[in-house]
């Protein structure tokens, strides 16, 4: 069940003009079902960012290779307000074998936050994080959506449940302008790992700034245990600005529909899987990790450096076999996969998309398996440039 706790230093930003925020939720009232008037939505959006704030953008202000966090260890991300989700945040399995109704509450919030070192962007979120909660339910269930918007809202918002069967999933249903609150239900007929995201137009931009998130359906016998779960999703980030920039970003509509993102992230923000919330184990446990990809436009070849998946449920369907000694599994956006493996020997593991250039927009994150060593599967020298684990 989704959690609507707010994390810790995460508050709104509410310095905005009244005239803009009048002007954005007069015409989103007006929005039938949130389907509609899309160019009108579209043009009062881009209106209020026609002056938008000013940035370092100089040479001076891009930093160096961001692949070198693949092989050595990063700077410490700054403080500040934070939406990455912590990839442990998951649910426990679910032990039950009868269905149901399960209440998930879902708050669009808009906030203002970290996005590198240097920048800070203004995300569009589920509950505070990107991505939302991780929702966990059992075929068969009933699950009752509660979404609100609240009234500090810019934009108004929804939720698309790949989950669902019926009518857009839910959006129209869920549509809600600033102060408003929507509700629906659905029975959760088909087990398996799915995305939900926003779908009030222009669709894509409210992904890409981040409503994007998981639900798992677990089949009636439930997943194999493992020792540790993780979710991970991996999305996109328009700004106006060019990658490496400093102060408040600019989502950018053209860069958005050219597909030509500044920013590739793990879990919200470049460093989100790396200085705030690495992935951690230990030698001999099992892992499975939760991988999906809000997009809203590139596939990404997820890989853990040094690792091979033991198995994979590709596409995310748990009711077929997986496939087994995998190097990397393709996830399309708007999609999820599952993949488990034994920890055999300690060390630092690296998640990227093997599109490997994107690790220099800022997609890494690290697997920190500790325990005894074991040479007979993996033996290397010491080497002072090893930035070990």
């Given at each position: 069940?989704?959690?609507?706790?707010?994390?810790?230093?995460?508050?709104?930003?509410?310095?905005?003009?009244?005239?803009?925020?009048?002007?954005?939720?007069?015409?989103?009232?007006?929005?039938?079902?949130?389907?509609?008037?899309?160019?009108?939505?579209?043009?009062?959006?881009?209106?209020?960012?026609?002056?938008?704030?000013?940035?370092?953008?100089?040479?001076?202000?891009?930093?160096?290779?961001?692949?070198?966090?693949?092989?050595?260890?990063?700077?410490?991300?700054?403080?500040?307000?934070?939406?990455?989700?912590?990839?442990?945040?998951?649910?426990?399995?679910?032990?039950?074998?009868?269905?149901?109704?399960?209440?998930?509450?879902?708050?669009?919030?808009?906030?203002?936050?970290?996005?590198?070192?240097?920048?800070?962007?203004?995300?569009?979120?589920?509950?505070?994080?990107?991505?939302?909660?991780?929702?966990?339910?059992?075929?068969?269930?009933?699950?009752?959506?509660?979404?609100?918007?609240?009234?500090?809202?810019?934009?108004?918002?929804?939720?698309?449940?790949?989950?669902?069967?019926?009518?857009?999933?839910?959006?129209?249903?869920?549509?809600?302008?600033?102060?408003?609150?929507?509700?629906?239900?659905?029975?959760?007929?088909?087990?398996?790992?799915?995305?939900?995201?926003c779908a009030v137009p222009p669709v894509?931009?409210?992904?890409?700034?981040?409503?994007?998130?998981?639900?798992?359906?677990?089949?009636?016998?439930?997943?194999?245990?493992?020792?540790?779960?993780?979710?991970?999703?991996?999305?996109?980030?328009?700004?106006?600005?060019?990658?490496?920039?400093?102060?408040?970003?600019?989502?950018?509509?053209?860069?958005?529909?050219?597909?030509?993102?500044?920013?590739?992230?793990?879990?919200?923000?470049?460093?989100?899987?790396?200085?705030?919330?690495?992935?951690?184990?230990?030698?001999?446990?099992?892992?499975?990790?939760?991988?999906?990809?809000?997009?809203?436009?590139?596939?990404?070849?997820?890989?853990?450096?040094?690792?091979?998946?033991?198995?994979?449920?590709?596409?995310?369907?748990?009711?077929?076999?997986?496939?087994?000694?995998?190097?990397?599994?393709?996830?399309?956006?708007?999609?999820?996969?599952?993949?488990?493996?034994?920890?055999?020997?300690?060390?630092?593991?690296?998640?990227?998309?093997?599109?490997?250039?994107?690790?220099?927009?800022?997609?890494?994150?690290?697997?920190?398996?500790?325990?005894?060593?074991?040479?007979?599967?993996?033996?290397?020298?010491?080497?002072?440039?090893d930035s070990g684990h």
């Amino acid at each position: 069940m989704a959690q609507t706790t707010d994390k810790s230093g995460i508050a709104a930003k509410q310095e905005v003009s009244i005239s803009r925020r009048s002007m954005l939720v007069g015409s989103l009232g007006a929005t039938v079902g949130g389907l509609l008037a899309t160019d009108a939505l579209l043009a009062e959006a881009h209106a209020a960012h026609a002056t938008p704030p000013k940035v370092d953008v100089g040479h001076g202000s891009h930093p160096g290779s961001l692949s070198n966090r693949i092989y050595s260890v990063n700077p410490a991300h700054p403080g500040g307000a934070d939406i990455a989700e912590n990839p442990t945040n998951i649910p426990p399995a679910i032990t039950r074998r009868e269905p149901a109704t399960v209440r998930v509450d879902l708050e669009t919030k808009e906030i203002e936050a970290n996005l590198d070192g240097k920048a800070r962007f203004r995300f569009w979120t589920f509950n505070g994080t990107v991505p939302g909660p991780f929702i966990r339910v059992r075929v068969g269930d009933t699950v009752e959506v509660h979404l609100k918007n609240p009234q500090d809202s810019w934009m108004m918002h929804n939720v698309d449940f790949h989950a669902a069967t019926g009518p857009g999933g839910g959006a129209t249903a869920t549509t809600a302008a600033p102060g408003e609150e929507r509700s629906f239900t659905f029975k959760a007929l088909n087990p398996g790992i799915y995305v939900y995201h926003c779908a009030v137009p222009p669709v894509a931009l409210h992904i890409a700034n981040g409503m994007y998130g998981l639900i798992l359906v677990e089949p009636e016998e439930g997943l194999p245990p493992v020792d540790r779960e993780f979710y991970v999703m991996q999305g996109e980030i328009y700004t106006e600005e060019p990658f490496g920039s400093s102060g408040l970003l600019t989502e950018s509509y053209d860069k958005l529909l050219n597909e030509r993102p500044e920013y590739f992230v793990f879990n919200g923000h470049v460093g989100a899987l790396t200085e705030h919330y690495p992935l951690r184990a230990k030698v001999g446990e099992t892992v499975r990790i939760y991988m999906g990809v809000g997009g809203p436009n590139y596939s990404s070849a997820f890989h853990v450096i040094g690792e091979i998946f033991d198995r994979a449920y590709q596409m995310g369907s748990v009711t077929s076999e997986p496939i087994t000694n995998v190097q990397s599994i393709l996830v399309p956006p708007g999609s999820a996969n599952i993949v488990e493996f034994k920890c055999e020997v300690p060390g630092r593991f690296v998640l990227v998309d093997h599109a490997l250039s994107r690790a220099e927009r800022g997609l890494a994150g690290y697997l920190i398996v500790e325990g005894p060593e074991n040479p007979e599967v993996f033996n290397a020298p010491p080497n002072e440039h090893d930035s070990g684990h």
